[in-house]
């Protein structure tokens, strides 16, 4: 097909050798076979320039629709194999989609604008699930026990700050203590829930010399709402600050510090070239932004 069209282009068999960079008596023998296997005639040999039968025209119009698509297909498939084709199931928790998600997100899609990212919020304790079922393909959530079925890398290291009512008798204060919370209900996500985020705050109190008061019945805006009510204290990570609701403050710790490990999940058996490219950008962005 590329020689006939070739031959069709330059109007001469000799030009079109050239460009092509065959001999001439090749070329006629490549043009003549696939005369030959259709049964009909391409070119009117007899005319000065070379011209195209009306077969030939036809031909040549699908031969270049044929080219063309051949072309896509290498190209395509060349880019997936790449990781710049392709679709992305990914989950993210609470904890992530403050700036977390949104910044991986965009930096992924200027960087890969071909592969599709499909994202849902997901508790965390529900996610080794859905990427075993193959229900998804990527997960990002504080860090959480897994077997040895699914890989982790931790994508960020997230401070968190405590969020107080603002009539709360410490909200004037710019840091606190940890341990100056002792006698405080702790709002937050229950284990069964979110064992990654409840993880944090518990190893964070217990490092300041004591066991949290735990209120894990709310989660979410319910949490915001009994914190901005005066019922209990939270805490939460740094990027959540611009989102908080009216009636809360956030402070920052200062003894002992803590923080949240955000990692990325997915399959060991799976990790196809859009994954590999996504933890790829995912481990630039962490350097970039110095989120280790």
């Keep these: 097909m590329r020689y006939v069209v070739a031959v069709a282009r330059e109007r001469s068999f000799t030009r079109a050798a050239e460009r092509l960079h065959l001999a001439q008596q090749a070329l006629s023998q490549q043009v003549h076979a696939v005369e030959e296997m259709l049964g009909v005639a391409l070119f009117d040999r007899t005319s000065r320039p070379v011209k195209l039968t009306p077969a030939g025209a ?9 080219i ?24 993210y928790t609470f904890a992530t989609a403050y700036e977390t998600l949104p910044v991986l997100l965009g930096a992924f899609a200027e960087d890969t604008p071909q592969v599709k990212v499909s994202s849902r919020e ?17 997960a990002l959530t504080p860090h959480l026990p897994l077997g040895d079925d699914l890989a982790r890398e931790a994508i960020r290291r997230e401070a968190l700050l405590v969020a107080l009512p603002e009539r709360h008798r410490l909200a004037s204060a710019t840091q606190i203590d940890l341990a100056a919370l002792r006698d405080e209900v702790f709002q937050g996500w229950p284990p069964t829930v979110s064992p990654g985020y409840h993880a944090a705050v518990l ?47 956030l402070l920052k710790l200062r003894s002992p510090r803590a923080h949240v490990i955000i990692d990325a999940l997915w399959r060991h058996e799976n990790e196809p070239p859009a994954i590999r490219r996504f933890l790829d950008l995912a481990r630039r962005v962490r350097t970039a932004r110095g989120w280790t």
């Design 58 to 66: 036809v031909f040549v119009q699908e031969a270049k629709r044929a």
């Design 68 to 91: 063309a698509a051949s072309e896509r297909v290498l190209e395509r498939t060349s880019a997936a194999s790449r990781g710049e084709l392709g679709k992305i199931r990914l989950a």
């Design 122 to 138: 997901m508790f965390g304790a529900d996610m080794p699930f859905y990427l075993r079922e193959e229900k998804l393909d990527l």
């Design 203 to 249: 190893t964070a109190c217990q490092a300041a010399g004591f066991e949290p008061k735990l209120d894990d019945t709310s989660t979410g805006s319910t949490a915001w709402n009994n914190i901005a009510a005066g019922r209990g204290v939270a805490l939460v990570v740094a990027s959540a600050a611009p989102q908080l609701r009216r009636g809360i403050r």
